[in-house]
C-alpha cells in the first residue's frame, strides 16, 4: 500500500515537473508540416467587417484582406504610392476632372457562398462596385463611409434621397460593359483615387449581402486574398484564397530598397503571387502585457507593436532609436512615425462644453474648452506613454503630410497654468459652477492611466475630482459607438489617414461629416466649410496648402481639440516569418504578402 | 491558555468576561491594533491630514522609494504611497457601508425566518437564500455590478445583495434555539406580542454572532472590492487598492513593482490584523468556545 503511495506521489511529481519545461522560444512553423500559419496581433476587436462600417484601423486591416479594393499601396514604398488591386490600371480621369474610367481585372471571383448559384462565387464585374459604393448611401445601413463620397458623386446623394432603390441608376455611377466603370463627379474631387483604396469602398457581392442582411459583418463574403474561417471577440481566423488571382510580386515594383528593406528576407518572395499563408490569425489582445506575453512565448502571436511598459527593456537608445541586442538578435524590428496622430476632442454638440445657443455661455463654454487645452501638457504624455519618441505638433495637420506647417505657432500645444487660471476665472469658472468633465474611453489599464493623468492636469487648474468621471466601455467598437451616438462630451482618439493629404484630416472638422460620419466632434463653422468645399476640388498646390492651414487654425483657435501627437512605432516580429509590417495609410494590404520561413 | 479559575468570573457579567477572555489573547490585541491603525490612517484621510495629494500626477515616473515617496512612484508620477493610503479609506468605506445593510438585512430575514420557523415565511426566505447561494459568488457579484454599471453604488449593492445570506442562515437557526428557552417561552405567556418578543427580547440575544458576522463581512467586503476593482468592475473614479493590482500588471512587466507591493502589503496587513481580531472577538464571544479553554 505504501508502495503504491509513493508511485502516485513519484507520477505526480513527474507531471508536476514535465509542466515546468522550458518553453522554447522559437515559434511556431506550422500546426502541420504542409500548413503556412501567421498570428497577427492588433490592439482592439474590429465591431464588424462589413466594408460600410470599416471605420477603425482594426476593421479596416481585415476587409482588405477578405474584400477587394479596386487600388491598393505598393507594399514598400514610402511615401505612399498608390497602384492598381482589381482595377487593371490606374483610372483614365478626363480633363475637366469631373470623369473617371476604370477597367477592372476578368475572372475575379467571389469567394464561395450557398448564395450564389450552385456556391460558387460568381465573377465580379463593375455593377458590384456600383452596388457596394450605394450601400454607404443607404440609410438603412447606418454606415460610416458615406462621408468619402457625399456631395461628390452626380446623383448619388438624390438616389439616397428618393429611397435608395438598389434598382434605380446613379447617373454619376456607371458600368460602361462588365468590367468597366465609370464615375462622374459634380466636381473634381483629387481624393476619390485614394477613397477607392479604402475598405469602405470593397466590393461586396449583392445576394450574399442579401442572403444575410445584419450577418453580413460578421460572415463577410468578398474576393480579396483570405477568405474568412472564423469570426469571435478573441480573433478572426482566415483561410488562403485558393482562387486567388496570380500575381507574382515585382518587389521592384512594390518599392524594394535594399538600404531599407534588406535583412527581412523579403527577396525570397519575387516573382511568387501572394497570399503566401494557409492560414492567417489575427488576434485581437487589447492588454499590452498579454500581448507582450503572447509574442514573447514563441509559440503564439508572431508580430507585435512594443508596447509601452516594455519601451523601456526593448529600447537602448531613443535618438537615434537602437534596439536592446537580445531583441534584435530574437526578432526583426522596423520602426517610423505613424501617418496619423492621437488628440483629445471634444463633442461640440454637447451643450455643457460645446455649442450653446446662448450666446454668452457658448463663448463661456469656449474658454473652459480652451482652459482645459492650456491644461493639458504634451510633453509630459510623451515622456509618460510613448518614451519620449513622439512628435508633438499644434493643429490638426500631421508631419506625415506635405501640407504640415512646421513653423505654427506651438502656443495650443504648450501648457500654461496661468493662461488656464486666467481665461477659467476671466469667464465666470469656479470649483463650484464647473460641469461634471466625463472621460469616455475604451476600458483598460493603459487607457485609466491615460485618465489619471488628464484629471491630474486639470486638478492643476482646480477642477475637483468629483466632477471628473471616468467613463470606460468593454471595447473600442462600444466606444466608437458612443461617440457616433453623440454620448461622449470628451474622449481620446486616434486617427490614422486613410491617405496622405491632410484633407483626410480636415474632413474630420467638415459640417457636413457630423456623426455618424467622420466629424466625430460635430464641428459646424461655415467658414471652416466654406474653405473645405473650395480646397477640395484644388489639386495639390501652394494656393490649396494655404486654404489647409488656414481651416487648421480654425481648429485650433475654437479649441475644438487638443491636438496632437504622431507616434513612434516599433513593430517587432519572430525571425521565421518574412513581413514588412505596416499599420499607416489603411494598413492591412500587407498581409497578404507575409510568408513563413 | 487560559488558566483563570472559573469560580473568578461568577460576578462578571458576559460581556465583561468576554472582554476579559479577549485582553488575554496577545493574537487578538494584536489584531486590534493593526485595525485600530487602520482606522487612524482612514480617519486621517477623512479629515484631510494625509492623502490627499493621491491624484496628483507629476514628472517623476516610476520613481523608486524615498524620503519624499514611500512606496515610490507609478507610471505617470503618482506617489504610491498617497494612493495606497487614500485607497485604505475607500476600502473601509466599502467595507463599512455593506457590513451595515449586510448585517440588518440578514438579521431582520434571519431573524423573520427564524421566529416564523416551519411556516410559509420560513419557506419563501429560505428558498431566496437558497436561490442567492446557488449562485457561484464572485458571478453574481460581477453580473450585478456590470447590470448596474455607471452607479455610484452598484459595487455597495451587489455585494450586499450576495453578503446578507450567510447572516440570515446564522441568525435563523439561532432564534430557533432561543425560542426554545425558557426566557421566550416566559414572555409569551406574559403575553407579549410577536414582534415585542422578536426585536424585545430574541434579536438582542444574537449580538454575539452579529459582531462576529460583522467582522468577517468587513473583510471579506474589502477582499471583494479589491477583486471587483482589479477587474474593472468596481472603483472607476478613485484608486482602490485593487485598481492599484490592475496598474501593477502593466508595471511588473516593466519591472517595476511598487503599486503591487504597496497594494498587497496593505491588503494583507489589514486582512491578517482584521482576521486575527474576528478570531479573538469570536473566541471571546462564544461561551462554547470559553468553556472548551477553561476545561484545557
Not at chain 1, 526593448?314 to 531583441?327: A, F, G, Q, S, T
Not at chain 1, 455618424?516 to 474653405?531: E, I, K, T
Not at chain 1, 516599433?570 to 500587407?590: A, C, S, Y
Request: glycine share 6%.
Amino acid at each position: 500500500m505504501a508502495d503504491t503511495k509513493y508511485l502516485l506521489y513519484l507520477s505526480l511529481l513527474v507531471l508536476l515537473l514535465s509542466g515546468c519545461q522550458e518553453q522554447q522560444n522559437t515559434p511556431e512553423k506550422n500546426t502541420a508540416d504542409t500548413e503556412k500559419v501567421y498570428r497577427h496581433s492588433i490592439d482592439g476587436k474590429p465591431t464588424s467587417l462589413d466594408p460600410i462600417k470599416a471605420s477603425s484601423v482594426y476593421s479596416n486591416l481585415l476587409v482588405v484582406n477578405i474584400f477587394d479594393t479596386l487600388y491598393s499601396y505598393q507594399y514598400l514604398a514610402r511615401p505612399f504610392q498608390l497602384k492598381p488591386n482589381l482595377a487593371t490600371t490606374m483610372p483614365q480621369i478626363s480633363d475637366d476632372g469631373l470623369t473617371y474610367t476604370i477597367s477592372i481585372k476578368k475572372g475575379v471571383k467571389f469567394h464561395p457562398h450557398p448564395a450564389f448559384k450552385d456556391g460558387v462565387g460568381r465573377e465580379i464585374v463593375a455593377a458590384d462596385f456600383i452596388y457596394s459604393i450605394k450601400r454607404s448611401f443607404d440609410p438603412k445601413n447606418r454606415a460610416s463611409g458615406a462621408w468619402l463620397w457625399q456631395n461628390k458623386i452626380i446623383g448619388l446623394d438624390d438616389w439616397k434621397q428618393a429611397g435608395a432603390d438598389y434598382d434605380k441608376d446613379v447617373e454619376g455611377l456607371k458600368s460602361l460593359d462588365d468590367h468597366t466603370i465609370q464615375i462622374s463627379l459634380l466636381q473634381p474631387y483629387p481624393q476619390l483615387i485614394y477613397s477607392l483604396a479604402m475598405g469602405f469602398a470593397a466590393i461586396t457581392p449583392r445576394e450574399v449581402v442579401e442572403s444575410l442582411g445584419a450577418e453580413f459583418g460578421s460572415k463577410p463574403i468578398g474576393s480579396g486574398p483570405f477568405i474568412l474561417d472564423q469570426f469571435n471577440s478573441e480573433a478572426a481566423y482566415l483561410l488562403r484564397n485558393p482562387d486567388f488571382r496570380q500575381e507574382p510580386l515585382d518587389l521592384t515594383a512594390e518599392g524594394y530598397s535594399a538600404a531599407r528593406h534588406e535583412g527581412y528576407g523579403l527577396e525570397a518572395l519575387a516573382d511568387r503571387s501572394p497570399p503566401f499563408l494557409d492560414r492567417l490569425e489575427v488576434h485581437f489582445i487589447n492588454e499590452s502585457s498579454s500581448r507582450w506575453q503572447s509574442f514573447t512565448k514563441g509559440s503564439e502571436i508572431h508580430y507585435t507593436t512594443v508596447p509601452k511598459d516594455k519601451q523601456n527593456t526593448v529600447l537602448l537608445r531613443k535618438d537615434p532609436i537602437e534596439l536592446h541586442p537580445k531583441i534584435t538578435s530574437e526578432y526583426h524590428h522596423s520602426y517610423g512615425m505613424e501617418a496619423g496622430f492621437v488628440y483629445h476632442g471634444f463633442n461640440m454638440a454637447d451643450p455643457v462644453f460645446g455649442y450653446h445657443p446662448d450666446a454668452a455661455q457658448n463663448n463661456k463654454n469656449k474658454a473652459l474648452r480652451c482652459a482645459i487645452r492650456s491644461a493639458h501638457d504634451w510633453q509630459q504624455k510623451n515622456r509618460a506613454f510613448y518614451f519620449g519618441l513622439g512628435t508633438i505638433f499644434p493643429g490638426i495637420i500631421p508631419p506625415a503630410v506635405p501640407e504640415y506647417d512646421a513653423d505654427l505657432s506651438t502656443a495650443s500645444i504648450e501648457k500654461d497654468l496661468m493662461a488656464a487660471k486666467k481665461m477659467l476665472a476671466d469667464n465666470g469658472w469656479q470649483t463650484q459652477n464647473l460641469p461634471e468633465f466625463e472621460y469616455h474611453v475604451t476600458g483598460s489599464v493603459l487607457q485609466k492611466q491615460f485618465f489619471e493623468q488628464m484629471r491630474g492636469f486639470l486638478n492643476q487648474v482646480g477642477y475637483p475630482n468629483q466632477k471628473i468621471k471616468y467613463h470606460p466601455y468593454p471595447s473600442f467598437g462600444n466606444f466608437n459607438q458612443a461617440i457616433k451616438n453623440r454620448e461622449a462630451p470628451f474622449f481620446f482618439l486616434g486617427w490614422t489617414l486613410d491617405y496622405p493629404d491632410a484633407e483626410n484630416t480636415l474632413q474630420l472638422f467638415y459640417g457636413p461629416n457630423q456623426t455618424p460620419g467622420s466629424n466625430n466632434f460635430n464641428y459646424q463653422n461655415p467658414a471652416f466649410d466654406a474653405l473645405f468645399e473650395q480646397s477640395s476640388t484644388m489639386l495639390p498646390s501652394a494656393q490649396r496648402t494655404a486654404l489647409y492651414r488656414q481651416m487648421n487654425q480654425m481648429v485650433i483657435d475654437d479649441c475644438v481639440v487638443i491636438s496632437g501627437l504622431s507616434r513612434k512605432k516599433i513593430h517587432l516580429w519572430h525571425k521565421n516569418i518574412i513581413t514588412f509590417p505596416d499599420r499607416e495609410i489603411v494598413g492591412g494590404f500587407h498581409l497578404r504578402f507575409v510568408d513563413v520561413q | 491558555m487560559i488558566n483563570e479559575p472559573a469560580h473568578s468570573r461568577l460576578n462578571l457579567s458576559l460581556w465583561q468576561q468576554s472582554r476579559q477572555h479577549f485582553m488575554k489573547d496577545r493574537w487578538g490585541i494584536l489584531g486590534l491594533l493593526i485595525v485600530v491603525l487602520y482606522l487612524l490612517v482612514v480617519i486621517g484621510v477623512w479629515f484631510g491630514l494625509w492623502g490627499t495629494e493621491w491624484s496628483a500626477i507629476s514628472d517623476d515616473f516610476n520613481q523608486g522609494p524615498s524620503l519624499q515617496h514611500w512606496f515610490g512612484t507609478n507610471a505617470i508620477g503618482q506617489d504610491i504611497a498617497e494612493r495606497g493610503i487614500y485607497a485604505t479609506q475607500v476600502a473601509f468605506e466599502v467595507g463599512v457601508v455593506v457590513t451595515v445593510f449586510a448585517i440588518f438585512l440578514g438579521l431582520l430575514i434571519g431573524a423573520l425566518a427564524g421566529f416564523f420557523n416551519d411556516t410559509w415565511i420560513d419557506g419563501v426566505l429560505l428558498w431566496l437564500m437558497g436561490v442567492i447561494d446557488a449562485i457561484p459568488f464572485y458571478l453574481l457579484v460581477a453580473a450585478v455590478a456590470f447590470a448596474m454599471q455607471g452607479h455610484a453604488w452598484a459595487m455597495h449593492l451587489a455585494m450586499i445583495a450576495v453578503f446578507w445570506t450567510t447572516t440570515a442562515r446564522l441568525i435563523r437557526a439561532e432564534v430557533i434555539k432561543l425560542k426554545q428557552l425558557a426566557f421566550v417561552e416566559a414572555a409569551t405567556a406574559i403575553g407579549f406580542n410577536p414582534v415585542h418578543l422578536l426585536f424585545r427580547h430574541i434579536i438582542p440575544n444574537t449580538n454575539h454572532l452579529i459582531i462576529i458576522q460583522a467582522t468577517i463581512v468587513f473583510i471579506s467586503a474589502i477582499k471583494t472590492e479589491v477583486i471587483l476593482s482589479f477587474l474593472g468592475l468596481g472603483i472607476k473614479e478613485g484608486i482602490s487598492w485593487g485598481l492599484m493590482i490592475a496598474e501593477a500588471t502593466n508595471d511588473i512587466q516593466a519591472g517595476y513593482f511598487n503599486n503591487f507591493l504597496a497594494a498587497s502589503l496593505l491588503l494583507f496587513i489589514l486582512v491578517i490584523g482584521f482576521n486575527l481580531f474576528s478570531d479573538a472577538i469570536q473566541d471571546a464571544l462564544d461561551p462554547k468556545l470559553q468553556k472548551n479553554h477553561e476545561k484545557k
